[in-house]
């Protein structure tokens, strides 16, 4: 397991062995309501963290007013101008986001590492494909896995230089291998904590595999402190997915898993929409349990033994079945809800 350096986010400590689900709001910078409405339904969905642009000195007002809106940490994500960063610091933010390296010369960075260090706030060194230093990209020919490598090494000396060592590492691409190969590659140099994602995935369901994809072989390897789910859609799908990754690869559980099988000819009940209602019906329940939907008695109580609670199927029935035990015999048109009823008087 990798020993991380921890780092106070706010009210969060990364590193501390519990990856954390963050999004970015969508809504353009100036809209203060429209961006208080979009946190607020973020917040409620479960997000930990929330990341908002701040690319003017007007928009700096929106940190004032999220801060008063929510109750999870909120990053600041900064491009070029280092007055911005510090204007957002003072604004009373919970972290920067920024690349030392493009908002010039050594006595700008200086100055945002001392206003960061003065108000306790960390920064997020962003390292991405497209912000690859000249130098670095010419060295290596393309953004490879060892030139986004040197490019965060590079970024985080240019911190611990002026003594800065509150320092959160994302080192991102498009291209899920060298994603997962960057990630990797600076987990065995370096004791940060890191946020992982795949940037510029895509819409929703190519956006989802790729990240389950790179976010989910980096979390097997005990890798990674807090994630994004880069989507081209509304965040909240962001949220909900950073969720199903985590408890898909075992490292943190919240809500409920659905199993079920994929049918086949043995199957005499319509499973597929039984399957659809029963995840439907407990998308807001947040009892940590393993809820089985099965085919039939071949794919039931035995395969699925590990669920909580579960059923399968029969000739217009079901067998309901609680850790692989046989409860009892349900008609069809009694599935779901005698199921969603056991659940319910479940601790």
Do not use: W
Request: charged share 25%; aromatic share 2%; hydrophobic share 45%.
């Amino acid at each position: 397991m990798r020993t991380v350096k921890q780092v106070k986010v706010g009210n969060l400590t990364l590193g501390d062995g519990t990856v954390r689900v963050q999004s970015m709001l969508s809504v353009p910078a100036h809209d203060i309501e429209g961006n208080i409405r979009q946190a607020k339904a973020l917040e409620a969905a479960g997000c930990e963290i929330i990341r908002a642009a701040v690319p003017d000195m007007e928009a700096v007002s929106l940190i004032k007013a999220l801060k008063e809106a929510i109750s999870i940490p909120l990053v600041a994500d900064i491009h070029f101008d280092y007055r911005l960063a510090i204007a957002a610091v003072e604004a009373g933010v919970d972290k920067i986001r920024i690349n030392p390296g493009n908002i010039g010369e050594d006595s700008r960075v200086k100055a945002v590492a001392d206003a960061c260090k003065a108000h306790g706030v960390p920064i997020r060194i962003g390292v991405n494909a497209g912000s690859l230093e000249p130098h670095i990209l010419e060295k290596y020919g393309a953004p490879t896995a060892d030139a986004l490598v040197e490019s965060a090494q590079y970024h985080i000396s240019l911190l611990e230089r002026y003594d800065f060592d509150q320092i959160v590492v994302s080192i991102k691409s498009s291209n899920v291998k060298t994603m997962i190969e960057s990630y990797r590659k600076l987990a065995a140099v370096c004791d940060y904590p890191l946020h992982l994602g795949v940037t510029e995935a895509g819409t929703t369901r190519m956006g989802i595999i790729k990240n389950a994809i790179g976010i989910g072989s980096l979390l097997t390897d005990g890798i990674g402190d807090t994630i994004r789910v880069s989507l081209t859609a509304d965040p909240i799908e962001e949220i909900k997915a950073g969720y199903d990754i985590l408890k898909a690869a075992g490292v943190r559980s919240r809500g409920v898993e659905v199993i079920s099988c994929p049918t086949c000819g043995r199957t005499q009940i319509d499973l597929i929409s039984l399957a659809k209602q029963v995840e439907e019906a407990l998308s807001d329940c947040q009892k940590s349990i393993r809820v089985a939907v099965m085919g039939c008695v071949v794919n039931g109580p035995g395969e699925a033994r590990e669920a909580d609670i579960g059923i399968a199927g029969g000739k217009g029935c079901a067998m309901l079945f609680k850790k692989g035990e046989i409860l009892r015999k349900v008609e069809e048109n009694e599935i779901v809800s005698a199921l969603l009823a056991e659940i319910e008087r479940m601790e």
